[in-house]
């Protein structure tokens, strides 16, 4: 079935950078769109960022928009999402999935900007 292991969280200074990934196993990843999700405690997820099945169209909230790039290898079923020049209120857990989802989440990974 499928599944979703999100890595590559951390502590992280403002201004500075990281690289999430999402290893994604169950279904026909290169069919989908994908998207990048996160979690501020107490609230709903909210989408961060989305790539089409093949990669060459991408979303992007705004509040990551010049900041952020999502993208994927589809021979590698593998997402990935580079944040740049993060900020204190990028501080979240951050999730893989469909766009829509496409069904159930994965244990996410902690991102925490603070100096």
């Known amino acids: 079935q499928l599944q979703l292991v999100e890595s590559g969280g951390g502590l992280v200074q403002p201004g500075g950078s990281l690289r999430l990934s999402c290893a994604a196993s169950?279904?026909?990843?290169?069919?989908?769109?994908m998207g990048w999700y996160r979690q501020f405690p107490g609230h709903e997820r909210e989408l961060v960022a989305s790539?089409?099945?093949?990669?060459?169209?991408?979303w992007y909230a705004n509040s990551v928009k010049g900041r952020f790039t999502i993208s994927r290898d589809n021979a590698k079923n593998t997402l990935y999402l580079r944040m740049n020049s993060v900020k204190p209120e990028d501080t979240a857990v951050y999730y893989c999935?469909?766009?829509?989802?496409?069904?159930?989440w994965g244990q996410g990974t902690q991102v925490t900007v603070s100096s």
């Open positions: 999935n469909g766009r829509p989802p496409l069904g159930p």
């Open positions: 169950g279904f026909a990843f290169e069919a989908y769109y």
């Open positions: 790539i089409s099945n093949g990669g060459t169209i991408t």
